[in-house]
């Protein structure tokens, strides 16, 4: 059964404290995406990977990282200088291999996962 | 000014309306036009999507782009209580670049 996981679903952090979200994907795509989506702001994009080992800042990458060790993995680290961290964190992935004959070349969908939403107390 | 503006809402149609959902753009480079629909603490699906203008049909939806006047529209005719979610719209320059997103807008259907 093919998708996008995360977890946990919930999470609550203590202000100071350092939290991991975790996103796990099993459609063998190459791109994995970190989005933040808070009350009427659509979704911003915080860090991105094209390839294992290698990621870019997005948008709102302050007070963020993120790790690309395996290619169904990205961790998203929230760390104590995101000084307004609760919000509805999303997951996605895609093909994002330019030139691949297939159904997605020309579009390259991005997949999204449950979302987690963290509370900072 | 924002690159893709989207109507706020929120939006409250009864059963059976047709309903049309907007967004505008800035940059003229947006190629990709995507309306995702998200439901209540969900992660967003992708609904229709449509590349450069035209207009593409999918059962109850039409996705519309008029690259002229860089408006962006979904149809939803028949609207059914099920239909109930946030909708976003979004671009992208390229397929391989990153998506830029609307605010989002909730539609509520009532029965």
């Known amino acids: 059964d093919g998708g996008i996981t995360q977890s946990p679903k919930y999470l609550f952090r203590k202000e100071g404290q350092n939290v991991t979200l975790s996103c796990e994907q099993n459609l063998n795509h190459d791109a994995m995406y970190w989005y933040r989506q808070d009350p009427g702001q659509g979704l911003r994009l915080i860090y991105y990977?094209?390839?294992?080992?290698?990621?870019q800042k997005g948008d709102i990458a302050e007070g963020y990282s993120v790790s690309r060790e395996k290619k169904e993995s990205f961790p998203l680290t929230v760390t104590s200088a995101q000084k307004n961290p609760t919000a509805f964190y999303l997951c996605a992935s895609s093909i994002d291999r330019g030139g691949l004959a297939g159904a997605y070349a020309s579009y390259n969908e991005q997949f999204f996962g449950p979302g987690t939403r963290l509370t900072v107390l | 000014q924002k690159e893709v503006e989207q109507d706020p809402g929120p939006l409250s149609v009864p059963e059976g309306a047709i309903v049309s959902l907007n967004c505008t753009y800035s940059n003229s480079a947006f190629q990709y036009f995507m309306w995702y629909r998200q439901y209540s603490r969900k992660g967003p699906e992708l609904l229709m999507y449509?590349?450069?203008?035209g207009n593409k049909e999918d059962g109850r939806f039409t996705a519309q782009v008029d690259k002229s006047s860089k408006y962006i529209s979904l149809f939803i005719r028949d609207s059914q209580p099920s239909d109930s979610a946030t909708y976003l719209c979004?671009?992208?320059?390229?397929?391989?670049?990153?998506?830029?997103f609307g605010k989002g807008i909730t539609l509520s259907v009532r029965p």
């Open positions: 449509t590349y450069s203008s």
């Open positions: 990977s094209q390839i294992v080992n290698d990621f």
């Open positions: 979004a671009t992208k320059t390229g397929a391989n670049s990153k998506l830029t």
